[in-house]
């Protein structure tokens, strides 16, 4: 039972205690990924960025600190309302600007057009969708031809957490998330091995074809 609780929470953390102690979580764990997830998309100062499970918002704010020239956007997704409202105030600036907006909603359900985002990233989020080709399908929609999509893992932590059950089924797997990224559009999908100082991370790549 306890397992599926903290599965939830960190799929989609909520306003209560356990919701607070996830958001530190990340705060603390996946900076590096979110870090290095927003360098190796290779963001342009002109580009229209999006962050999909942008949590408390420290993708966010890497990504923005590149965007320099006018038409630079950022654009973030997450469909915990704690985690957007968190996010909201650590970007409430640049929000009022006009340079970032968010979205409360589904990774599968995204209000934005199609062919308008350059480059997409995300860190710990694909093994929460339920339906992983459906995420995909949706992210190929809106991106550009040619634009480059990039996630961060670290697959030895989620492969201990799924075997603990916390992440039920086998969306969690690389292979399950690439081959839904084949099957929607997505070309030259890979996984490579990165390192950060003395940690060792995953790196999932994918190009829209279309």
């Known amino acids: 039972m306890w397992t599926e609780k903290v599965g939830k929470q960190l ?3 909520t306003r209560s205690v356990a919701g607070w102690l996830v958001s530190k979580l990340f705060t603390v764990r996946n900076q590096v990924l979110e870090e290095n997830a927003v360098q190796l998309c290779g963001i342009q100062p002109g580009d229209t960025v999006l962050e999909l499970g942008h949590g408390p918002g420290l993708g966010l704010q890497s990504a923005a600190k590149l965007l320099t020239e006018p038409t630079g956007r950022l654009i973030g997704v997450d469909y ?3 985690m957007h409202q968190m996010a909201k105030e650590r970007m409430k600036e640049l929000l009022v600007g006009g340079k970032v907006t968010l979205h409360h909603c ?3 359900a995204m209000p934005l057009g199609g ?3 350059d480059k997409v990233f995300h860190c710990n989020c694909y ?4 339906d992983l080709r459906k995420g995909a399908t949706e992210i190929h929609r809106v991106m550009k031809p040619g634009g480059l999509m990039v996630t961060t893992l670290r697959l030895s932590h989620v492969a201990t957490l799924a075997a603990k059950r916390v992440m039920p089924g086998e ?4 292979e399950a998330y690439m081959a839904a990224l084949k099957d929607s559009g997505f070309t030259d999908v890979r996984m490579e091995d990165k390192q950060h100082k003395h940690l060792t ?3 999932i790549f994918a190009t829209a074809l279309k």
């Open 11 to 13: 799929g989609r953390p």
């Open 80 to 82: 915990s309302d704690y």
């Open 106 to 108: 589904d990774v599968a």
């Open 115 to 117: 062919n308008t985002v």
């Open 127 to 130: 093994y929460f969708w339920p």
């Open 171 to 174: 969306n969690w797997r690389p």
């Open 201 to 203: 991370f995953q790196a």
